[in-house]
């Protein structure tokens, strides 16, 4: 089945740094990548969707400066946390949409750890 | 704004019974997507079942089966034969577009 590959997996950083985590369509294209957090024993919340060659759009309360997004080819989505603190420590997920059959799909998510 | 809700926060079900799994949904659209997913430990989301809201037949696949009533925006999951693998979080979706998960359901297998 399709697959989308999520790097880094586990992540841990000082407060004040930023981190880039990748969100890869392995074997199909992606028009659109969707970015969520889940924080301990709590369900997925979408953060924005990120579309090719434009800006994303973010969910009520997503600060974009601080979540940044480029979804700069067919296959790559990246999520940057800009001056990370210790509560935005969390799993992040992505998933992607098939251009071609329109199923979604997800990555296996990156637990970001800020100290 | 769509929203799912799982009321159900916690299940327990015997090994080998069956346990059902409730989800509602609010929508003012007539097509959309309904699915069940499935969270192990590992946190990979793996995708359990899914319903075309056009479709009137309940899908299956295997043990697992939903009771889809769509003017009762009601989409239930039912674990048949319950094995100690079934144990782990349950996330009803609605997707028209994006994906909109519920809370979340602790499924327990019992031995």
């Known amino acids: 089945g399709a697959v989308v590959s999520q790097h880094p997996s586990r992540v841990i950083c000082k407060s004040g740094t930023s981190v880039k985590i990748e969100c890869r369509s392995l074997?199909?294209?992606?028009?659109?990548m969707f970015w969520y957090r889940q924080f301990p024993k709590q369900s997925l919340m979408l953060m924005a969707t990120?579309?090719?060659?434009?800006?994303?759009?973010?969910e009520q309360g997503v600060e974009k400066d601080k979540f940044l997004i480029n979804h700069a080819s067919l296959t790559l989505s990246t999520l940057t946390v800009t001056s990370a603190h210790p509560e935005d420590s969390s799993f992040y997920i992505c998933?992607?949409?098939?251009?071609?059959?329109?199923?979604?799909?997800f990555g296996e998510g990156s637990r970001l750890t800020v100290l | 704004a769509q929203t799912v809700t799982q009321s159900q926060p916690e299940m327990s079900v015997q090994e080998a019974e069956t346990v059902t799994l409730s989800c509602t949904y609010d929508?003012?659209?007539?097509?959309?997507?309904l699915f069940w997913y499935k969270q192990p430990p590992s946190r990979q989301m793996i995708l359990v079942i899914r319903?075309?809201?056009?479709?009137?037949q309940n899908a299956t696949e295997n043990r697992f089966s939903v009771n889809f009533q769509k003017a009762a925006k009601s989409f239930s999951l039912k674990i048949s034969d319950s094995q100690l693998g079934d144990a782990a979080m349950y996330f009803c979706?609605?997707?028209?577009?994006?994906?909109?998960f519920g809370a979340g359901t602790r499924l327990t297998v019992k031995p």
């Open positions: 998933s992607a949409i098939d251009r071609n059959t329109g199923e979604l799909f």
């Open positions: 074997d199909f294209q992606a028009t659109t």
């Open positions: 990120s579309n090719e060659g434009s800006k994303a759009t973010y």
């Open positions: 929508t003012s659209e007539s097509d959309y997507y």
């Open positions: 319903q075309e809201a056009y479709k009137q």
């Open positions: 979706a609605y997707r028209r577009g994006d994906m909109r």
